[in-house]
C-alpha cells in the first residue's frame, strides 16, 4: 500500500475542497503520513473513542467527502466534530491506548502498523485538532 496522507486544518469545506489537486501545501496547518486507509481509520478512532459502532458511522456517511471521488484518485474528507472534539478531549494515556488498539486491529487485518508510529499518529492528530478549535476551524484529510 502506498498512500499519502495529509490532515490539515481549514475554515470550511469550500477552502478545504482547494487541496483537491495537489494537496494541502503550505496554505493550511498539516501533518504528513503515509500508508493506512485514513478513510477506515478515522472510523476505527471514532468507536475505539466510544462515539459508535462502524456500521452507524458508515451509515451516516462518515467520513464526508468534501472533495473529489472515494476511489478515484485524490480525496479530501472532513473529519466529524465528533471525533475531533473525543479527540481534543482525550489524556495522553487515552491516545495511547486508542493507538494501541488500533495497531492490533490493523495487524488483525493483516496491514502491520507499529504501536509507536500509530501513537505518533493519534498524538500528533490530536494536537493538529486541539489547534483547529484554538482557530475554530476544522480538520480535514488529503488522501493521494
Not at 490539515?8 to 487541496?19: E, H, I, M, Q, W
Not at 464526508?64 to 476511489?71: E, F, S
Request: net charge negative.
Amino acid at each position: 500500500m502506498s498512500i499519502i496522507v495529509k490532515f490539515f486544518v481549514a475554515p470550511d469545506d469550500t477552502s478545504a475542497g482547494l487541496a483537491l489537486q495537489t494537496g494541502p501545501g503550505r496554505v493550511f496547518e498539516s501533518l504528513s503520513f503515509g500508508n493506512f486507509d485514513p478513510e477506515e481509520a478515522v472510523l476505527e478512532w471514532e468507536c475505539l473513542l466510544g462515539c459508535g459502532s462502524f456500521e452507524e458511522l458508515g451509515d451516516a456517511g462518515e467520513p464526508r467527502i468534501v472533495a473529489g471521488q472515494d476511489n478515484d484518485g485524490c480525496v479530501v474528507f472532513a473529519m466529524s466534530p465528533r471525533l475531533s472534539a473525543a479527540l481534543a478531549d482525550a489524556g495522553h494515556a487515552r491516545l495511547r491506548d486508542v493507538a494501541a488498539a488500533w495497531a492490533q486491529l490493523r495487524t488483525e487485518d493483516g496491514e502491520a502498523i507499529d504501536t509507536e508510529i500509530a501513537d505518533a499518529i493519534v498524538s500528533d492528530l490530536a494536537g493538529l485538532v486541539s489547534s483547529a478549535r484554538r482557530q475554530n476551524q476544522g480538520v480535514y484529510c488529503w488522501v493521494a
